[in-house]
């Protein structure tokens, strides 16, 4: 009697008593994989700077891979990513005690601290920058290149005083862009219990980083001499808290206390595949256009035969041959193109190869369905072809792909730019006169609540606007979804719209126009109907 498999071997088809297929020793699909268990540390810091140089080589020469990069920085950081201020005022008044801080205080402050934010992240002079190169919001988006290719966005705040004065800056702030390669242990000795890829750790053991060991220079900055093999210990805060050094990366894993390698690791084989076989077949395309064509000599048995044992048929053959070809030149009429009568004897010969391969464009699309699900984008986005889909695949594409954005946006705001927004308010609560009510406590005493805010980037745009639009506006009819929330979508403040909107409609009514719909009143002043309604057909 055969006795059947167990229920455990059933779908491994063997009989080695092993319950799960992903642990069976045996089996020729998995016998040889034999990954090992390390720390998040152990796994990347030593191989950290070649995987690194890998991803930075292929973002800059396979467009793939660049385009790849750019997309996910324009639609999640682009050109303007900026906060704007929403003060914890209940947060505040439980703490204090003070009831002046309600909604009506929260605005006023709100708007205050914006106009300053903007004074110091958009000054004409660039002083928020140490190197005076960039404004903040194109700060942020290196920070968040660096984040993207490198997996580390690094950052340290200077205080300068020296920059404070009339044409100059208004404040001492100012945020220094560090290359995440200058992060490494002194003398690039190997991790060990309280150093970590240049981190460092508390004694305690509670793995918080304490300080951060900074090259004066590139390790491959050959003018920096001595600069290159010297590093700076930089502690990560001051004793009341103000950030030093902002460092944000992804946690893909407990313990972790350095960023992976970017968003392109796991797929830097496949795009270097597809960028070798994509510069195979144009280097082929291209010598096949050079050599389409060529011309067979006549040459027969004997005559190759009688030509090694003298060169003196051979030679007076191929003189004749030349001399015909340079009398008997001709060109096509109006077109440039050179002719030649073939040489008695002579035949016309071409090669047909076909190029591209035919498996070709199936192989690129799985490569770059690979990518883009590796980045958390979708494929056409990665290759910015949209006629294989229609507009239902593409807005449930762009879902997805919003979520991702969405993580990758607040994450990124609240471990790199929030931090820096704070030391900022921090100072500019110190040297301006805030509106802030008797008996407000300090600053450093409800940091968070006076410094919170909501981070806009750009625009989510519309597919179908009017369908989109009018969608959005049922549905605040409807209360399921917040004008606010709304604008942020569209890169937009709403307290910005509504104080334009109440200001366009002045004008219409100084000016003695009658309102538009929009505006939301009918010509006698009621609120109109806000039904939205399709135009009746004409």
Known sequence: MVRPPSRAGALVGGNNGIPYDAADFYSDHMAGWWPYLTSPDGALNSYRDTIVARVRDIVRNDGWASGTITRILDSAVGANFRPISKPDFSALASYSGIRAFDESWAYEYGRWLDAAYRSFALRRGRWNDLSRKLTLPQQYRLGFRHKLVDGDALAMLHWRPDRIGPGRSH?????????????????????????????ELDQNDDGIAVAYHIRRAHQNDVWAGADSMAWDRIPRETDWGRPIIVHDYDHEQAAA?????????????RLRMLFQYDVAELDASLLNAIFSAYIESPFDQEFVEGALNGADALNAYQAERAEYHRQNKLKAPGTGASMTKLFPG???????TARPNANFKEFEAAVLRNVASAAGVSTQQVTNNWSDVNYSSHQGALQEFFKTLSRRRDDYAN???????????????DLDDPPLPVGAPEFFECADAYA??????????WTNPVDEVKGAVLGMDAALMDYEELCAEQG??????????KHTIRRFEEAGIPLPTWSGMNPQGEPANRTIKDPEAT
């Open 492 to 501: 937009l403040d709403a307290a910005d719209m509504i104080a334009a909107r």
């Open 171 to 199: 404040y001492a702030t100012t945020l220094q862009i560090i290359d995440p390669d200058r992060l490494s242990n002194p003398v690039n000795a190997m991790d060990q219990r309280y150093m970590r890829g240049g981190v």
């Open 415 to 429: 471990g790199f730019c929030q931090p820096i927004r704070e030391a900022f308010v921090e100072e500019a609560m």
């Open 452 to 461: 919170r805010a909501k981070w806009i980037g750009p625009p989510r745009g």
């Open 257 to 269: 206390h350095r960023g992976g390698a970017g968003i392109l690791a796991p797929v830097l084989h």
């Open 346 to 352: 002579e035949k016309l010969g071409q090669v047909t």
